[in-house]
């Protein structure tokens, strides 16, 4: 189980390694379409926050082709992320992006992803491999923020990289203030269904990324929803079975500086609106300057949870059995 721990710790070292990538030349683009799924989709996610601020759009696309019709009209940069390089549905749509004339760049360890990329020529960044694909998040992130930057949709994020990397070896050391944090909201949510709450452009995207790391690190169920959008449907929620939601389910809401100041006012009164049928388990507020850092902080409390959860529950976090079973089914098919 420590295996899953140094992947997390390795957080830092993984945003480094992209620190000193230099930037392949890609061209200009100011609107990119983003192929990848699970961990390596979540790296789209995280871009497309940092990009957000200077205007690029990055659209996420975690699904089979065709490319959408929008695409063919606007001529995006098609980024085809897999950590492993054989995933069905990135596959497909970088197949399709590249039979509709698009400018294809990946991010890929080897695999089928690899193999395409060296016969037709796509600029690529190859991450190390070895790592679990959702604990590649800082190479991943990493190399799609460099890819961005030569294709000149982002400024130059060295300083974020180390910003990011500093506060992801700080806020993981064992009881960091965020170690203890991550633990007192692991025990608080044990035995419970958690919900991550987020809201901006940050806090949205690691509400997913907390979601997914704790079913394949923890194998829990867990959701995530979003603010001001859960204000309008999800509150309500709570209100018929509140003996069964106090009893199994737990909040965590994500917050940062950058989220809209009505919100901040909107999670204070959602709280005070549910927390009787529902337990806040903890509120986590992001630490740091740039996007990257931001993101990153949240990403490393998050991580650590799973893990710890993990560790409560006795399963090993490592292994995806039924991720690995799925896609063998598929194989056959
Ligand atoms: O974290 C995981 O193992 C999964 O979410 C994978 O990232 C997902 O199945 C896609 O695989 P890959 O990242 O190799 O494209």
Known sequence: MTDMLAQIRSLGDQLRWAADLDPPHVGTFSEILYAGMGGSGIAGDYAGAVAYPVG????VHKGYGPIPPWAIRQRPLLIAASYSGNTEETLDMVTSAWESGLTVATVTTGGRLAEL?????????????????RAAVGYMVGAVLRLLEGSHSVDDQRLAFTEAAKLADEMTAEDSPAWQQAEEIAEGLEGRIPIIYGAGPVTGVVAQRWKTQLNENAKIPAW??????????????????PGTTREHVGIVALTDPGDHDRVAIRIGHT????????????VVPSSGTSTLARLVSLTAVGDLVSWMLAE????????VATIEELKKLLADD
């Not at 409560?312 to 292994?319: I, K, Q, S």
């Open 117 to 133: 990329t060296t016969q037709h020529g796509w600029r690529t960044i190859a991450v190390p491999p070895g790592l679990q694909p």
């Open 312 to 319: 409560r529950l006795g399963v090993d976090p490592v292994p």
């Open 271 to 282: 709280r005070e609106l549910t927390e009787s049928a529902v337990p806040w388990v903890g």
């Open 224 to 241: 995530y929803s979003v603010l001001p959008e859960l204000d309008h449907n999800e509150i309500t929620g709570w209100e018929t079975m």
């Open 56 to 59: 690029t759009r990055i659209a």
